[in-house]
């Protein structure tokens, strides 16, 4: 660049505009004699030298020199996005048992004549689960050896199922992770990428584990079965074990006179949690009275009795809300006319509410099922009933069009229909809550003041199957029946798994649309035993959805059920795709 020298000699050569001048330079010598004779070559008229304007000029051959360099710079170019592809998939998964039946000491003990004490219920539970590979043949509606991973061995790959107490780990650091006590069960893996599980006599809560052979989330599930024939809590409860959750909606809950709503929250983790709560009525949202906020610590178990709440209410829905730490949850209903029971059920929190619910396996058998609907929304609503049987709609047992107020919870009678298994369908201008509580009376007791025990089963809305669906069955067999409620023409395969893992061969139904089917136990049968576990392959995806109801005698001539739906298997295994660029 120009020094301040040579700027200024660059001012004496050149005017302003850039032109030479007058009487300077090599004009000077062409201006008709005007100008002053050169003296010689290389002096100007003030005696320097010619040279400076060169000079100048050669200053500037550095800075042209530059930019040319500058200009004939090859492009840069960026270096080229690496990209990649993979699938995450979830962890192995944990299940937690509920448990049995819990009755506070004061409960037990509040009866001074031998004769008229409570009676406690069953004490152990039975747990049954089943695990399949992703890729097991099953879950196409196959029953094919050849398709399954093998190991070096050539042995089958197979899930892995592990059952914990989880008693002893509430005083641990880390009751998440922490291990418990192995408890006694049976496991067998099967040929097909299949495992099962049976434990006949768990005492308290248990965790359920389970991993495929990559140690990856499989496809599974779990349910526990608690059964007490006779005495106070006569009943029959069938619960699926469930991940701790944020949320929960229960519906089908009574707090009348001898009847027992009583909400469990248990945290399983290292970090504290907070539940809020809102009961739901006939009249409306309930005052809660300061019980509207429970903290549950680490590895710690609270329990509220809705009773305490909202006293003497036929229909209630109850909603959780958890900050913090995800929770364990269920609801243990048990219900009294009298001296006479009345049913338990253990129950897991329901899907969210939707406009579309279907509710399969509804037993219809001499007295009525009750229809449970809730708008936790402030607007009112309109639902429309339909009851399906095998041959479609069932006209004179449907109620139509149901309005449903808004921010409570209504009840209907569903008369008329004939004894069976039916499926409740329900459709709404908004989105709602919906339940059946299903009864079933037992033989008439002895002596003058009992009548008949009646067992108690609240059904839920069961989800769209929408690749395949899987449901566990207690360890002793699954006694009863599948319903299978279609939602357009389709055909269904059913293959069903026996306790020592081996498999039925595929059996396929043909459904219509509209339409409820129901498959009986003996038709289930694996090899002529009883399953274990069924999984239900529909041919068109979406179409059809599913529930077992569970039925065990009580040794009396009476008959005990529960329920539990059939889940998508898409929801336990599927893993998520990532795409990453940069």
């Known amino acids: 660049m120009p020094d301040s020298r040579d700027r200024d000699e660059l001012a004496d050569v050149l005017p302003e505009d850039g032109a030479p001048?007058?009487?300077?330079?090599?004009?000077?010598a062409d201006d008709g004699g005007a100008g002053t004779p050169r003296t010689g070559a290389g002096q100007d008229v003030a005696g320097g030298t010619r040279r400076r304007p060169l000079l100048a000029l050669g200053a500037l051959l550095p800075l042209a020199a530059a930019a040319a360099a500058v200009v004939e710079l090859p492009p840069r170019?960026?270096?080229e996005a690496e990209r990649a592809a993979t699938t995450a998939r979830p962890g192995p998964l944990t299940l937690l048992v509920p448990g049995p039946v819990q009755v506070p000491d004061e409960v037990l003990g509040t009866a001074t004549d031998a004769d008229l004490a409570v009676t406690p219920p069953s004490t152990a539970v039975a747990v049954g689960a089943i695990a399949l590979e992703t890729d097991s043949s099953l879950l196409f509606g196959r029953v094919s050896g050849s398709e399954t991973r093998r190991d070096e061995q050539g042995e089958a790959?197979?899930?892995a199922l592990t059952l914990e107490d989880t008693e002893d780990t509430e005083d641990t650091e880390d009751t998440e992770d922490s291990e418990g006590d192995a408890l006694d069960a049976t496991v067998t893996a099967g040929e097909v990428g299949n495992t099962v599980l049976g434990a006949s006599a768990v005492e308290?809560?248990?965790r359920l584990g389970a991993a495929t052979a990559e140690d990856d989330r499989p496809v599974a599930d779990a349910v526990q079965s608690t059964l007490t024939p006779t005495g106070d809590y006569r009943s029959l409860a069938l619960t699926r074990a469930l991940p701790p959750s944020a949320e929960g909606i229960f519906l089908g809950l009574t707090t009348t006179a001898g009847s027992s709503a009583q909400l469990v929250l248990r945290n399983p983790s290292s970090r504290p949690a907070t539940a809020a709560l809102q009961v739901w009525t006939p009249d409306g949202p309930a005052a809660m009275s300061g019980r509207s906020q429970v903290v549950v610590a680490p590895g710690e178990e609270q329990s509220v009795l809705l009773e305490s709440i909202v006293p003497d209410q036929e229909a209630l829905a109850l909603e959780v809300a958890v900050q913090g730490s995800p929770l364990a949850m269920h609801l243990q209903l048990s219900e009294r006319s009298g001296l006479t029971p009345g049913g338990?059920?253990?129950?897991?929190?329901?899907?969210a509410p939707d406009r579309d619910l279907v509710i399969p396996g509804v037993e219809v058998a001499g007295t009525a099922p009750t229809l449970v609907l809730a708008?936790?929304?402030?607007?009112?609503?309109t639902a429309r009933v339909e009851v399906l049987g095998p041959d479609g709609v069932i006209d004179e047992g449907s109620?139509?069009?149901?309005?449903?107020?808004g921010e409570s919870v209504t009840t209907l009678a569903l008369e008329s229909l004939p004894d069976g298994a039916v499926t409740v369908r329900v459709r709404a201008d908004a989105a709602i809550c919906a339940a059946v509580r299903s009864p079933i009376a037992g033989a008439d007791l002895a002596g003058s003041t009992l009548g008949a025990p009646v067992d108690l089963a609240v059904l839920v809305p069961a989800p769209s199957l929408t690749s395949s669906g899987i449901v566990a069955l207690p360890p002793g067999g699954g006694h009863g029946w599948l319903t299978l409620a279609a939602e357009a023409d389709t055909t269904c395969t059913l293959i069903t798994v026996a306790a020592d893992a081996t498999t039925s061969e595929p059996i396929v139904r043909e459904l219509a649309a509209d339409t409820s089917t129901v498959v009986a136990d003996p038709s289930l049968r694996a090899g002529g035993a009883q399953p274990v576990a069924v999984v239900i392959v529909p041919d068109q995806p979406g179409a059809v959805r599913a529930a077992w109801m569970q039925?065990?005698?009580d040794g009396a001539g009476g008959v005990l059920h529960s329920a539990v739906t059939v889940v998508p298997s898409a929801a336990t295994g599927e893993g998520t795709s990532i795409r990453v660029e940069g």
């Open 21 to 28: 001048r007058p009487g300077e330079g090599a004009d000077a």
């Open 77 to 79: 170019v960026a270096p």
């Open 157 to 159: 790959s197979a899930p």
């Open 204 to 206: 308290g809560t248990a």
């Open 344 to 351: 338990v059920e253990i129950l897991t929190p329901i899907a």
């Open 375 to 381: 708008n936790l929304r402030a607007q009112e609503t």
């Open 399 to 405: 109620p139509g069009e149901v309005p449903v107020t």
């Open 551 to 553: 039925r065990e005698q």
